[in-house]
């Protein structure tokens, strides 16, 4: 069962709108701006959990950044790998 909705007026600048409601698809453009809006909270959540970290732990360097960008970058490496391994 999906979450019950609501009808809500927004206003945005109309080459936003068209734009979206040209990406939006079969799924309408509704789907596609709650889409949007839940990233952003997604998004505004997990600037909060970095806020609070750096607060308690100093901030994070772009050395680190860069060391964990780039152990995903070798773990989706071997994820690939890997998958094109088991369907040989």
Do not use: C, F, W
């Not at 308690?56 to 360097?61: N, Y």
């Not at 050395?63 to 989706?76: C, G, K, M, N, T």
């Amino acid at each position: 069962m999906s979450e019950p909705t609501g009808k809500y007026s927004i206003t945005m600048p109309r080459d936003i709108a068209e734009a979206a409601k040209a990406r939006s698809g079969p799924s309408g453009l509704s789907a596609y701006v709650a889409a949007a809006v839940a990233r952003q909270i997604e998004r505004d959540n997990l600037n909060e959990i970095i806020q609070v970290a750096e607060a308690e732990h100093g901030p994070i360097s772009d050395e680190e950044i860069q060391s964990v960008r780039d152990q995903l970058h070798h773990a989706r490496n071997q994820q690939q790998a890997q998958g094109g391994a088991d369907a040989a």
